[in-house]
Protein backbone atom coordinates (compact mmCIF):
# COMPACT_ATOMS: atom_id res chain seq x y z
CA UNK A 1 0.00 0.00 0.00
CA UNK A 2 2.95 2.52 0.97
CA UNK A 3 4.08 2.53 -2.84
CA UNK A 4 0.93 3.09 -3.88
CA UNK A 5 0.60 6.19 -2.01
CA UNK A 6 3.90 7.01 -3.19
CA UNK A 7 2.85 6.97 -6.58
CA UNK A 8 -0.37 8.94 -6.50
CA UNK A 9 1.28 11.27 -4.34
CA UNK A 10 3.95 12.33 -7.23
CA UNK A 11 1.14 11.94 -9.93
CA UNK A 12 -0.99 14.53 -8.21
CA UNK A 13 1.72 16.56 -7.54
CA UNK A 14 2.43 16.72 -10.82
CA UNK A 15 -1.10 17.09 -12.03
CA UNK A 16 -2.01 20.15 -9.48
CA UNK A 17 1.00 21.87 -10.96
CA UNK A 18 -0.32 21.04 -14.85
CA UNK A 19 -3.70 22.31 -13.76
CA UNK A 20 -2.45 25.31 -11.47
CA UNK A 21 -0.24 26.13 -14.90
CA UNK A 22 -2.68 25.95 -17.38
CA UNK A 23 -6.17 25.74 -16.60
CA UNK A 24 -6.58 28.23 -13.65
CA UNK A 25 -7.16 31.61 -14.85
CA UNK A 26 -7.95 33.27 -11.19
CA UNK A 27 -5.96 36.80 -11.75
CA UNK A 28 -5.40 36.16 -7.30
CA UNK A 29 -2.71 33.67 -8.48
CA UNK A 30 0.78 34.37 -8.26
CA UNK A 31 3.85 32.61 -9.04
CA UNK A 32 3.42 29.08 -7.26
CA UNK A 33 5.65 26.34 -7.23
CA UNK A 34 3.92 22.77 -5.39
CA UNK A 35 6.97 21.17 -3.16
CA UNK A 36 5.29 18.20 -2.48
CA UNK A 37 2.23 16.25 -2.04
CA UNK A 38 1.64 14.41 1.16
CA UNK A 39 -1.24 11.82 1.52
CA UNK A 40 -2.44 9.61 4.51
CA UNK A 41 -2.43 6.35 4.68
CA UNK A 42 -6.37 6.02 3.49
CA UNK A 43 -5.64 8.24 0.09
CA UNK A 44 -8.28 10.25 1.56
CA UNK A 45 -6.71 13.70 2.18
CA UNK A 46 -3.42 15.30 0.93
CA UNK A 47 -1.58 18.19 1.93
CA UNK A 48 -0.37 20.00 -0.97
CA UNK A 49 2.98 21.60 0.23
CA UNK A 50 3.40 25.15 -1.88
CA UNK A 51 6.19 28.01 -1.78
CA UNK A 52 4.60 31.11 -3.31
CA UNK A 53 7.11 33.96 -4.78
CA UNK A 54 6.51 36.88 -3.49
CA UNK A 55 5.47 39.72 -0.58
CA UNK A 56 3.51 38.32 2.66
CA UNK A 57 -0.01 40.06 0.76
CA UNK A 58 0.98 38.22 -2.33
CA UNK A 59 1.13 35.09 -0.57
CA UNK A 60 -1.94 35.84 1.58
CA UNK A 61 -4.17 36.85 -1.85
CA UNK A 62 -2.66 33.47 -3.91
CA UNK A 63 -3.14 31.26 -0.69
CA UNK A 64 -6.90 32.49 -0.73
CA UNK A 65 -7.28 31.74 -4.55
CA UNK A 66 -5.91 28.40 -4.34
CA UNK A 67 -8.47 27.69 -1.64
CA UNK A 68 -11.23 29.07 -3.56
CA UNK A 69 -9.98 26.93 -6.41
CA UNK A 70 -9.94 23.92 -4.69
CA UNK A 71 -13.17 22.70 -5.99
CA UNK A 72 -12.01 23.15 -9.76
CA UNK A 73 -8.99 21.51 -9.51
CA UNK A 74 -10.58 18.29 -7.40
CA UNK A 75 -12.82 18.40 -10.41
CA UNK A 76 -9.82 18.37 -12.90
CA UNK A 77 -8.56 15.77 -10.98
CA UNK A 78 -11.04 13.34 -10.90
CA UNK A 79 -11.37 13.87 -14.92
CA UNK A 80 -7.38 13.40 -15.11
CA UNK A 81 -6.63 10.62 -12.35
CA UNK A 82 -8.65 7.17 -12.20
CA UNK A 83 -9.30 6.92 -8.23
CA UNK A 84 -12.24 5.63 -6.58
CA UNK A 85 -12.26 8.35 -4.11
CA UNK A 86 -10.60 11.39 -4.58
CA UNK A 87 -8.36 12.91 -1.76
CA UNK A 88 -9.67 16.14 0.09
CA UNK A 89 -7.00 18.91 -0.94
CA UNK A 90 -5.47 21.12 1.82
CA UNK A 91 -2.85 23.47 0.30
CA UNK A 92 0.05 24.34 3.17
CA UNK A 93 2.18 27.59 2.44
CA UNK A 94 5.95 26.51 3.24
CA UNK A 95 7.62 29.03 4.71
CA UNK A 96 10.75 27.36 5.03
CA UNK A 97 13.33 29.75 2.21
CA UNK A 98 12.45 32.48 4.17
CA UNK A 99 13.66 31.16 7.38
CA UNK A 100 16.55 29.96 5.64
CA UNK A 101 16.62 33.52 4.22
CA UNK A 102 16.35 35.03 7.37
CA UNK A 103 19.13 32.42 9.31
CA UNK A 104 21.45 33.28 6.46
CA UNK A 105 21.33 37.19 7.29
CA UNK A 106 21.86 36.86 10.79
CA UNK A 107 24.57 34.83 10.16
CA UNK A 108 26.45 37.38 7.65
CA UNK A 109 25.47 40.53 10.29
CA UNK A 110 27.77 38.09 13.00
CA UNK A 111 30.51 37.34 10.43
CA UNK A 112 30.99 40.70 10.02
CA UNK A 113 30.82 42.56 12.52
CA UNK A 114 34.67 44.16 13.99
CA UNK A 115 35.93 41.79 16.45
CA UNK A 116 37.33 44.08 19.62
Request: proline residues 3%; hydrophobic residues 35%; contains cysteine.
Amino acid sequence: MRYRRLRVQDLLQEEISSIIQRDIKDPGLGFITILEVKMTEDLKTAKVVCSVYGEHEEKEKTMKALNRSKGYIKFLLGQRIKLRLMPEINFILDNSYEKIARIEEILKKEIHVPQD
